[in-house]
Structure formats: C-alpha cells, structure tokens
C-alpha cells in the first residue's frame, strides 16, 4: 500500500498543523503506520505510530510529551497527526510508513517549518 504524507507548512512557535497521511488502498491492511521525521544533520525518527487494525493502540517519542495525537479514519484510508504546541525542534521533514517495519520507499514526506 503507499502512503503519502501531506499538510506540512510554516508555523509559528505555540501553534499547530494536522498532517495527512493517505493510503492508496486500505489502511486496515497494512497493519501500523507511523509518523516519522527528519531533522537537517539528523537522522530519521519515530513520532508516533498507530495500528490499523481494529483497537487502534497509539505509540509516542519522548518528545511529543503530549503534544501530538495520531488518529485514524478508515472511511478516507487516511491516518492523521495533529501536532500542537509546535517548537522549532520540531522542524523537520515528516514521512509516513509503516509503523513496525518501514518500506524501503519513504515518499518526499512533508515539510514542517516552526519558526521562533
């Protein structure tokens, strides 16, 4: 199934983006899927992660402390990620995959630029 990871942009310091994570095919079968970022000279992390099967069980960095909740709708095979409370730490680019096990493809991602 691929993903595509859309709704980054400039934000302010203290304000919030929803990211998009569409799913050309059913979301159900992939199994989990995780939100990922990618600082400049850092290397790509985690942000959080939800199954995709029935129950939904949520997974998050350290450094979400609150801040992001990943959600899910089955009706638009798209997996979300509202961020709020946005620092410039968090400027990155995000990428969606799979939550457990990452595909080789990781898309272009999407851009998240937080300014002070």
């Known amino acids: 199934v691929q993903l595509q990871a859309s709704g980054g942009g400039l934000v302010q310091a203290g304000g919030s983006l929803r990211l998009s994570c569409a799913a050309r095919?059913?979301?159900?079968?992939?199994?989990?899927i995780g939100w990922y970022r990618q600082a400049p000279g850092k290397q790509r992390e985690l942000v959080a992660a939800i199954t995709t099967t029935t129950g939904g069980v949520t997974k998050y960095a350290d450094f979400v402390q609150g801040r992001f909740a990943i959600s899910k709708d089955y009706a638009k095979n798209t997996v979300y990620l509202q961020m709020n409370s946005l620092t410039p730490e968090d400027t990155a680019v995000y990428y969606c995959?799979?939550?457990?096990?990452?595909?080789?493809?990781w898309g272009q991602g999407t851009l998240v630029t937080v300014s002070s």
């Open positions: 995959n799979h939550g457990i096990r990452p595909y080789d493809f």
């Open positions: 095919g059913s979301i159900f079968v992939v199994g989990a």
